[in-house]
T-cell receptor
Framework: DAGVIQSPRHEVTEMGQEVTLRCKLI?????LFWYRQTMMRGLELLIY????????DSGMPEDRFSAKMPNASFSTLKIQPSEPRDSAVYFCASSLGDRGNPYNSPLHFGNGTRLTVT | AQSVSQHNHHVILSEAASLELGCNYS??????LFWYVQYPGQHLQLLLK??????LVKGIKGFEAEFIKSKFSFNLRKPSVQWSDTAEYFCAVNSGGYQKVTFGTGTKLQVIP
């Protein structure tokens, strides 16, 4: 099991540029979560998908952020245009609920993408 | 809406000291509770979880947590910490048949040799 794979590990870009973060879920998992971690705000849920469908995107900061799941195993988080305040570590996590309780499955996190916007 | 509070932001202990990190959640219904650990420079990993049954849950590396429903608490404990336990610890909850997991702000634990 390769785990959740995120790319790139580090991204440095200039303000105004488009940034795309990528995530490959663990095979067979049906839920995908994007989190952002900063010193000031801790770990914030941005959006999560279940069976490729966005369920809750209330954490997405503004229209500059968008996320997609083009298939069951892959997701992208795009920031366009990027701003210095977007600098953070972005984590992707996946999970699979069991039949008895689809909501009790723990999250499996990727190694994160450290984004720096200058 | 569910929320999680971790009141200790930064804890410093000497090796062999006992540890207790507080976690309180706000939701009146059925909850699933988790503790995750993030070692320096690494991603979050599951330490332990509570879904139902015995309120005292044992996890990896000698950690345990006790679910006290009347206090809406799920405190993490370890009788004797080691230097390798230096990390950030996150309490998390999901509830109400809803898959969204809400994390606390985290507690940084520093263990001094």
């Amino acid at each position: 099991d390769a785990g959740v794979i995120q790319s790139p590990r580090h991204e440095v870009t200039e303000m105004g540029q488009e940034v795309t973060l990528r995530c490959k879920l663990i095979s067979g998992h049906n839920s995908l979560f994007w989190y952002r971690q900063t010193m000031m705000r801790g770990l914030e849920l941005l959006i999560y998908f279940n069976n490729n469908v966005p369920i809750d995107d209330s954490g997405m900061p503004e229209d500059r952020f968008s996320a997609k799941m083009p298939n069951a195993s892959f997701s992208t988080l795009k920031i366009q245009p990027s701003e210095p305040r977007d600098s953070a570590v972005y984590f992707c996590a996946s999970s699979l609920g069991d039949r008895g309780n689809p909501y009790n499955s723990p999250l499996h996190f990727g190694n994160g993408t450290r984004l720096t916007v200058t | 809406a569910q929320s999680v509070s971790q009141h200790n932001h930064h804890v410093i202990l000497s090796e062999a000291a006992s540890l207790e990190l507080g976690c309180n959640y706000s939701y009146g219904g059925t909850v699933n509770l988790f503790w995750y650990v993030q070692y320096p420079g690494q991603h979050l990993q599951l330490l332990l979880k509570y879904f139902s049954g015995d309120p005292l849950v044992k996890g990896i590396k000698g950690f345990e947590a006790e679910f006290i429903k009347s206090k809406f608490s799920f405190n993490l404990r370890k009788p004797s910490v080691q230097w390798s336990d230096t990390a950030e610890y996150f309490c998390a909850v999901n509830s109400g048949g809803y898959q969204k997991v809400t994390f606390g702000t985290g507690t940084k634990l520093q263990v001094i040799p």
